[in-house]
Structures are given as C-alpha cells and as structure tokens.
C-alpha cells in the first residue's frame, strides 16, 4: 500500500515538474472586427477545405464556415503582436484530426520557430505548443491557385466563397458588418 501512495505522488510530482502546459492563452483572443474588413490590403486565404466546411483566415480574423449548416462555427482573432511581436502575423493551418487550428507567427524577415499557438476549434481556447510539428500532423492544404474567394466590395459580408466543383457562391460573412 505504502509503494502504491509513494507511486502516485511521484507520478503527480513528475506531471506538475515536466508541466502539463494546460495553461490557456485565451487572453490573446480577441473577436472579429468585421468592420475592419474594408480596410484589408487582400481578401483573404483559405487553409481548409471539404465537402462540408472551409477555414478562412483574413485580416480581421479565423474562421471555420460549414457549408452545410451555412453558418460560422469557429470565429476568433488573435492579438499577433501580445502572440508573436511587433509586425509579426499569424498563419493558420488545420491539425489532421481536424479539432484544432494551428497559428504560426512570421514577418516580412523572420519566423517563429520555437513556438506556436493551438487553437482547440470545440471550446474555443488557445494554448502555446513548444513542440515541433511536421507536415503529417497537418491537414494538407488547399489549392492556392485556385480562386475559391471572391468579392464584389471590400465589406465582409460580400465575401464570397466558391467551391471547386460547383458556381453558386457562399457568403460566410452575410450580416456581419
């Protein structure tokens, strides 16, 4: 019994000392300024797509659109300059599990490589991640020449999102100014 007790406070002990880096970086977080939208230098790109959903990243935000539901079902922004630094951006990619959104920070000169932020898309948390990932980890991109974006003015509900297959046009942002 004693082996037993001393077994489980040392497991404790080692899992506070290595640090399950469970602490969150929600603080970072910060609401889409759809209004902001007009004054973007781009449209914006898109880090995942399906069938069923697309992951936009723009000026003013992340986000995850299904296009069933039509409906955003991951919305957020993250402050880069408390997340990376100074003029640096965040970059986002899908994890291959599809539950979390990676967020890597670069510059016009530099990247961040020693850590990133996970963003958890089913409760909307963030945390830092220190550990390196590769390409297996990630969900593979879409094609980036292809012009699945468009939009008639630079308000965030004009953005409209086309599939690959198909010419009728989705609106991720209607009624959101």
Request: glycine content about 6%; charged content about 30%; aromatic content about 18%.
């Amino acid at each position: 019994m004693k082996k037993m007790m001393l077994a489980i406070i040392l497991s404790v002990f080692a899992l506070t000392v290595t640090g399950c880096n469970n602490r969150d970086y929600n603080d970072l977080l910060t609401e889409p300024q759809y209004d902001q939208a007009e004054y973007r230098a781009e449209i914006g790109n898109l880090f995942y797509e399906t069938e069923d959903k697309v992951g936009i990243t723009t000026s003013f935000g992340f986000f995850i659109y299904s296009l069933d539901e039509d409906k955003l079902i991951s919305a957020f922004d993250l402050d880069e300059t408390k997340a990376f630094g100074e003029d640096f951006f965040a970059d986002a990619r899908l994890s291959k599990d599809e539950k979390s959104i990676y967020l890597f920070g670069y510059s016009h000169e530099k990247t961040v490589d020693d850590y990133f932020y996970r963003y958890d898309v089913e409760y909307g948390n963030l945390y830092k991640e220190e550990e390196a990932l590769d390409e297996n980890d990630l969900y593979p991109l879409p094609d980036q020449n292809r012009t699945a974006l468009k939009t008639g003015s630079w308000k965030a509900e004009d953005l409209a999102y086309y599939k690959e297959d198909k010419g009728t046009p989705y609106y991720p942002f209607k009624g959101f100014n």
